[in-house]
């Protein structure tokens, strides 16, 4: 008979969790000064799965209490110190200010010298050499935290009208992470709903990536995870047009949310497909354009703003390969985005074929975990959908991903995202057939128990 432990050694754990986060982020380094990163954040990590386990022996009518009482401070600890090891919500800020002042943010770059006018010195601080981790020069000489000044947003429309909205939050980057604080408790909220209270949404709620990324860093893919877990939960429940609606609109928060989409229909290929499916995915679509449709008349074909150019940069072009770390160890490089695109078709296809419609999550999370070991991207916040699909189908070995793109985003170089990834894919691999082999050991042992004690086994 299993027995449930005292709060006691779970609560001492999670503020232990607490105090080494808030030390992370208030003095464990920047992105400019890394050494001291390495050390808090595997501290922070030991910590983390010490609070998961001890959480699963708490009685559970306290769960969901501590649970959420977790996900405050978690979240909390993020607001201690201005970002630390990203620069992404400075660009918010300017975003945001450039509509208030009623001008599309696709249309004009941070420096062009129309908008002059709406520098500050949050944005463009006094120069004194510019030589911060976060300082640039613009074109006109000026220093500036926003990142890529000379280009134009890339930043999808429900991002953007999120960047709006902060607004009134004073307008500045600590508004940005108030926000980034509010979606993240959010999230965890309606993953309790989602999950039926289940323990598992302490994986997000406590997670230390959170409370950096999320909160911190206040990186936009939050919100896209609030609504992708909504959006799920919806199409779980059979409500078609909610769940599709949702999803649409998380793609139009930061596009990769899209990978969600062949989990929310599951097992329509095993199926004759019917109206839910086409509902959900005619929801999707619907909501995703007709949020761009005021940004389009705006800007015209410049509402794709700097996204072809960003992807270029960023290594997803044939001419320039910077990710698909592990496929290029094994496949020539004129091979590798076809090789990706094939294994990802597969898996879509499997999810397709044999997902369960009951539990979108669950395809969720391989397509999504799956893209991301295919690329190996060195930004560990686009792990962000990871820890929110992993909080609502418990399989833990998928946080392995977003600790490779935390490793490789410190540390950086081919060795180090193949290393890191390379890992994260054992682990994804090897946890599985871990446990198939002990669950038949673990029953046995139970039914030993019961015969021990006298309890019929059912």
């Known amino acids: 008979m299993t027995t449930r432990t005292p709060l006691l ?36 990590a030991g910590l983390f799965a010490l609070a998961v386990v001890l959480l699963r022996r ?53 420096q062009d010298p129309a908008l002059v006018r709406l520098r500050d010195p949050g944005l463009f601080p006094a120069d004194d050499g510019c030589t911060s981790w976060d300082e640039r020069r613009t074109v006109d000489g000026a220093c500036t935290r926003i990142n890529r ?14 960047f709006l909205a902060l607004r009134p939050f004073g307008g500045g980057v600590r508004g940005v992470q108030a926000g980034g604080a509010l979606l993240a408790v959010a999230t965890t909220g309606v993953l309790l709903a989602v999950g039926r209270r289940s323990r598992r949404a302490a994986l997000w709620g406590w997670c230390p990536g959170v409370a950096v990324w ?6 936009v893919d939050t919100l896209g995870a609030l609504l992708m877990v909504a959006g799920l939960g919806c199409a779980a429940r059979g409500r078609a047009a909610a769940g599709g609606g949702l999803l649409g609109a998380a793609v139009a928060t930061k596009l990769l949310p899209a990978l969600a989409l062949p989990g929310a229909l599951s097992g329509a290929l095993s199926r004759r497909p019917g109206r839910r499916d086409a509902v959900l995915l005619g929801a999707a679509a619907g909501a ?9 008349l705006l800007s015209g074909p410049g509402v794709l703003g700097y996204l072809p150019g960003y992807l ?29 695109a094939l294994v990802l078709a597969g898996v879509v296809l499997r999810v397709l074929l044999s997902g369960d419609p009951r539990r979108p999550w669950g395809g969720a999370l391989l397509v999504t975990g799956t893209a991301l070991l295919l690329v190996a991207p060195a930004y560990p916040w686009y792990g962000l959908l990871v820890v929110a699909l992993v909080a609502l189908d418990g399989r833990w070995e998928w946080l392995a991903v977003p600790a490779a793109g935390q490793v490789l985003y410190l540390a950086g170089g ?24 002990s669950r038949p050991r673990r029953a046995g042992a139970a039914d030993d128990e019961r015969r021990a004690t006298g309890t019929r086994v059912r």
């Open 9 to 44: 050694p779970c609560a001492l754990a999670l503020a232990a969790l607490v105090a080494a986060l808030a030390t992370t982020v208030t003095g464990g380094g920047t992105l400019g000064d890394r050494t001291g990163l390495y050390g808090w954040y595997a501290l922070d």
């Open 58 to 110: 708490v009685a559970d009518r306290q769960v969901v209490p501590l649970v959420m009482a977790g996900s405050v401070l978690v979240s909390a600890v993020g607001l201690l110190a201005p970002p630390r090891t990203s620069d992404d919500a400075y660009r918010y800020v300017w975003d945001g200010r450039v509509q208030a002042a009623g001008i599309s943010p696709y249309a004009r770059t941070p």
């Open 149 to 162: 000044p000379a280009v134009h947003t890339i930043y999808p429309p429900v991002a953007e009208g999120w």
């Open 214 to 219: 999320a909160v911190n860093d206040a990186h």
């Open 288 to 296: 995703f354009a007709l949020v761009y449709l005021p940004y389009l």
């Open 312 to 340: 270029r940069e960023e290594g997803y072009g044939q001419e320039h390969l910077d990710r698909f770390g592990l496929l290029r160890a094994v496949v020539p490089d004129g091979w590798v985005p076809w090789a990706a």
């Open 414 to 437: 081919t060795a180090v995202q193949r290393a890191a990834y390379g890992a994260a894919l054992v682990c994804v691999l090897a946890v599985p057939v871990v446990r198939r082999v």
